[in-house]
């Protein structure tokens, strides 16, 4: 109780510090008018200029801040329950992937870029896992599907994740909430904002967010996946005149957890013998759990990030209405973790990775103002990228027992008069590391016009070009023993590298679309459009046989064909918005499976093509004052067209590698859809009552790169429910349930055949969650 009640303490110290020069409220900041009077009407910037949601040709949703903070939305993967067509799987900091369309499911590869770009306040993050903190103090988020190659760039073959932070206000004005929930669930979170002169004003956020574990360890009863995120953000907002504003932004934001124990599902059965073997010979146990709650791992399961970044965005509105915008941006970002990799209570092998990535972007735009019927933006971009990573494997002292499936006292005792079994002992107490250091170099023009043929006709056209290099060196060093760090002679054979490779393309990305308006409220529109995700590099050795070549990753192609209607129906009461798609994936970057001197591998690689299609739909209802609800419902086929050396699932025995052309992407559900409500009514006066509650559902999947039948995870549903009173704006107090009806649900699978003969294991998302909230505002 005494670190609860210093923590609020902490944060009231802060927003009290402007308390006593405090306003009512602060001004949204992407919202406009609505025309009747009504509410307002979504804004967003997915063209590079402000403009109405519904005025924007291409498949887009939008959350604002007061969805945002009515419903604790704080998290990267709340998306799930809120946009059609998109899957967020945050295992860890690296582990990190956002889908849309059934695009962009592959792992976290260090040399390798997601498929669906994410941008904070217009910048480029490098990997989906610099979002993966809490996200705090928003405004908006906006969702875009399909390629964004034109004026979004490189990576967003899938779409984009368009994110945007609260400005500074030049009113003094401030919120904070304190949070309890199941699971000692408490977080912290308040900011403060106000002037400093009369052109220079402050915004300052900072949260703190704290778990226990909820996955129970049966072999030292430790709880395990627990959480512990905290972060800060410093913004000035500097506007010497009308026409120029300077905003400047500091942020850092650090989490550590215990995300890595393994939970191994139930399908160990296919070769009980196998396992069994193992576990004798090391005298271990193995937890078996179709819900994920409880674990075996002896070794260590941590996992941590620290990231920390700053920015600066001036425009000049230099007359006639031409408007100059530079982007600056630095940002890093690290990673370690230490997981043990076989699940069990022996001693066996633990892994992880130190990773520190650095990243610089810069970017100059001009818009122009409306010339007769045509107005236009264009710009260029720069981007810089190192990453030094270090993958590492560390042998314990049942490594080879585990590993021979023979207890360590016979290993010994027949090690002198065999070869394989005296190398196998010398992995005992050994750590090996890979290192690599891929380095990108990248350069974009861009531009796009709007051509207004008539009051109700527009055709639009973009193109972007980008040049990009990438560069590595990979090298592991001869194994070291972990008691003396010394080189261990035994393994000396092991060593390998350094291996140069170098990738560098031009390619080119285009937006045709046009789009007519029937009546002032509705909107038809068609595009094509396409986009390039960079090529990569591997960041592991290749097999002995294979070059540098073997690294090499080329660029993925996206072209998207889209159609669409948007209508603002019943004096903006009923809002609808309905699209059909196809993309045509070129190039598709996959895990593959080759065969090299009588050893199969896999490695990054293009494995052939993909295409998704589907239809979208959402709406949006406002009935009476107060009560507004929110649905959508997608399906989407997505398929590999061509992927003939694939993984095979652990159920298929005698290949090397399995066909999967024809079968549906992993991760890509064909169904999905929700609903949300909302509902305040004045109880007295300055009292306000509201319930809310949102249902999510997902049709069944493969949660396996594999296909594998094991890894089907049923259609399943989420709900969550809360229910408030709030006096006059400044004080608001709920009670809330998330998954209240405490569905269990795997959101990543692994095949870990290669330790565990015939088995996956799974990660799990959260168990029913319940809890509290105080909010209050100045």
């Not at 094509?528 to 990753?553: C, H, I, M, Y």
């Not at 296909?707 to 704006?729: C, E, F, H, K, Q």
């Amino acid at each position: 109780m005494r670190v609860v009640i210093g923590k609020f303490a902490l944060f009231s110290s802060v927003l009290a510090l402007s308390a006593g020069q405090a306003h009512a409220g602060e001004v949204p900041a992407q919202s406009l008018p609505a025309e009747d009077g009504s509410g307002d009407a979504i804004v967003v910037t997915a063209r590079k200029v402000k403009e109405k949601i519904g005025d924007v040709p291409l498949a887009i949703t939008a959350i604002g801040a007061e969805d945002l903070r009515r419903n604790d939305h704080i998290r990267l993967e709340d998306l799930n329950q809120l946009v059609p067509s998109t899957n967020v799987v945050v295992t860890n900091g690296h582990q990190t992937s956002i889908s849309i369309r059934g695009i962009g499911n592959n792992p976290g590869s260090d040399g390798l870029e997601n498929s669906a770009g994410v941008f904070i306040d217009g910048i480029y993050l490098g990997r989906p896992g610099m979002a993966a903190s809490d996200l705090i103090d928003i405004a908006q988020v906006e969702v875009l599907r399909g390629p964004q190659g034109t004026l979004f760039g490189k990576n967003t073959t899938a779409g984009a994740v368009n994110i945007t932070t609260e400005l500074p206000q030049f009113d003094w004005g401030g919120r904070g909430a304190v949070t309890n929930g199941r699971f000692n669930y408490q977080q912290y979170q308040g900011t403060v904002t106000g002037p400093i002169s009369d052109n220079l004003a402050f915004r300052l956020t900072g949260y703190d967010t704290t778990r226990n574990g909820i996955v129970k360890n049966i072999t030292n009863g430790d709880k395990v996946s627990d959480l512990g995120r905290r972060g800060a953000r410093l913004q000035l907002l500097y506007k010497p005149s009308a026409d120029l504003s300077i905003r400047l932004i500091g942020e850092y934001a650090r989490e550590q957890q215990s995300s890595g124990a393994v939970t191994v599902i139930p399908s160990w059965g296919l070769t009980p013998s196998a396992i069994q073997t193992k576990l004798d010979a090391t005298g271990a146990t193995l937890a078996i759990d179709p819900d994920g709650l409880t674990t075996a791992a002896a070794g260590p399961y941590s996992t941590g990030t620290r990231q920390g970044a700053g920015s600066a965005e001036i425009n000049w509105n230099f007359g006639s209405g031409f408007t100059l915008t530079s982007l600056t941006a630095y940002r890093y970002w690290q990673y370690d973790s230490a997981s043990d990799t076989e699940g069990s209570s022996a001693d066996v092998m633990y892994g992880g990775y130190h990773i520190k990535n650095d990243q610089f972007t810069q970017e100059v735009r001009l818009a122009f103002p409306r010339m007769g019927n045509v107005d236009a933006v264009a710009g260029i971009y720069y981007f810089y990228q190192k990453v030094d990573t270090t993958q590492y494997v560390s042998y314990g002292e049942d490594a080879a027992a585990w590993l021979a499936g023979m207890p360590t006292a016979t290993i010994k005792a027949y090690a002198p008069y065999s070869a394989a079994l005296a190398t196998l002992l010398a992995y005992n107490g050994t750590r090996w590391d890979t290192h690599a250091a891929p380095e990108t170099n990248s350069i974009a023009g861009f531009g796009q016009v709007n051509w207004h043929v008539t009051p109700n006709w527009n055709v639009t056209g973009g193109l972007r070009v980008t040049y990009e290099t990438k560069q590595e060196d990979v090298t592991r060093p001869v194994p070291v023993s972990t008691a003396t760090g010394d080189p261990v002679a035994a393994l000396a054979s092991q060593a390998a590298g350094p291996i140069h490779a170098r990738i560098s393309n031009t390619a080119p990305s285009f937006l045709f679309s046009t789009d007519y308006r029937f009546t002032p409220e509705v909107m038809v529109y068609a595009l094509v459009s396409r986009g390039q995700k960079a090529g990569g590099l591997n960041t592991t050795l290749p097999p002995s046989g294979l070059g540098a070549d073997a690294l090499k990753v080329k660029p993925e192609t996206a072209t998207s064909y889209e159609a669409g209607i948007k209508g603002d129906f019943l004096n903006h009461a009923l809002t609808v918005n309905l699209d059909v798609f196809r993309t045509d994936i070129r190039n598709y970057q996959a895990n593959v499976l080759m065969e090299v001197n009588d050893q199969v591998v896999q490695l990054l690689t293009n494995a052939g093509s993909a295409r998704t299609q589907g239809v979208e739909a959402e709406a949006t209802l406002r009935p009476i004052r107060g009560f507004t609800l929110h649905g959508f419902v997608a399906y989407n086929d997505a398929k590999y067209r061509e992927y003939t050396e694939g993984p095979c699932p652990v159920e298929t025995t005698g290949q090397a590698t399995c066909d999967l052309s024809g079968r549906a992407i992993a991760g890509a559900p064909k169904w999905t859809a929700g609903i949300n409500g909302s509902y305040e009514h004045e109880i007295a006066s300055r009292l306000i009552g509201y319930a809310s509650a949102e249902f999510s559902y997902r049709s069944r999947y493969f949660g396996s790169l594999d296909d594998s039948a094991l890894t089907r995870t049923g259609g399943y549903g989420l709900l969550n429910l809360r229910a408030g009173v709030r006096i006059d704006d400044n004080w608001d107090l709920s009670v809330w349930g998330r998954n209240v009806t405490d569905k269990k649900y795997a959101t990543n699978y692994f095949n870990y055949g290669s330790v565990l003969p015939g088995t996956y294991v799974a990660f799990f998302g959260d168990p029913a969650t319940y809890g509290a909230t105080l909010r209050f505002s100045f």
